[in-house]
T-cell receptor, first 113, second 115 residues
Framework: EADIYQTPRYLVIGTGKKITLECSQT?????MYWYQQDPGMELHLIHY???????EKGDLSSESTVSRIRTEHFPLTLESARPSHTSQYLC????????????FGPGTRLTVL | AQSVTQLGSHVSVSEGALVLLRCNYS??????LFWYVQYPNQGLQLLLK??????LVKGINGFEAEFKKSETSFHLTKPSAHMSDAAEYFC?????????????FGGGTRVLVKP
């Protein structure tokens, strides 16, 4: 079944830890995106990719980094987590052409203590 | 560049009453427009979208929206609210054919449904 997956769904870690949030899609989409969303707030685009080996920074500056080695996989890494990184992170994907309708994963809620 | 404004960060409706969520956009080219719904601790789910053609668009769960170019609006309606409609709703716009062609989201409207 075509879908988009994010793991873990919830993560609580201590300050200074390195973390990787996983995002995978079986939609066959070239474009993938990471958004950051604080509770009850709007979405902010932090990274996007148009295909393998393509990554771009989004509208909101973020200390996280991303990679796109495989079409279906778009992980996000924080080298040293801080309490200010506490947020929900949403991954999405879309086709290269057409309406740019984006399909979203369930999100990862990150809490840094 | 495109932008989206959602009027009202919170809307409270009674069960069975009309739901009306307002969205105005700006775009340098004919836009594509979307409404998404987000339930607590979940990702966004597409309710409906407008690309071209008929300006009244019907979506899932009884929602519909009308694209009005002269008013640069894409308001979302549902004739009769249900308790399950309580969620956050996001309007979004994309500018097809432009560099990047990213989705730009509004600030969201939280809907509370009163019994």
């Amino acid at each position: 079944e075509a879908d988009i997956y994010q793991t873990p769904r919830y993560l609580v870690i201590g300050t200074g830890k390195k973390i990787t949030l996983e995002c995978s899609q079986t939609m066959g989409h070239d474009k993938m995106y990471w958004y950051q969303q604080d509770p009850g707030m709007e979405l902010h685009l932090i990274h996007y990719s148009y295909g393998v080996n393509s990554t771009e920074k989004g509208d909101l500056s973020s200390e996280s980094t991303v990679s796109r080695i495989r079409t279906e996989h778009f992980p996000l890494t924080l080298e040293s987590a801080r309490p200010s990184h506490t947020s929900q992170y949403l991954c999405a994907s879309s086709k290269s052409s057409g309406s740019n309708e984006q399909f979203f994963g369930p999100g990862t809620r990150l809490t840094v203590l | 560049a495109q932008s989206v404004t959602q009027l009202g960060s919170h809307v409270s409706v009674s069960e069975g009453a009309l739901v009306l969520l307002r969205c105005n956009y700006s775009s340098s080219v004919p836009p594509y427009l979307f409404w998404y719904v987000q339930y607590p601790n979940q990702g966004l789910q597409l309710l409906l979208k407008y690309t071209t053609g008929a300006t009244l668009v019907k979506g899932i769960n009884g929602f519909e929206a009308e694209f009005k170019k002269s008013e640069t609006s894409f308001h979302l309606t549902k004739p009769s609210a249900h308790m399950s409609d309580a969620a956050e709703y996001f309007c979004a716009v994309s500018a097809p054919g432009t560099a990047g062609n990213k989705l730009t989201f509004g600030g969201g409207t939280r809907v509370l449904v009163k019994p």
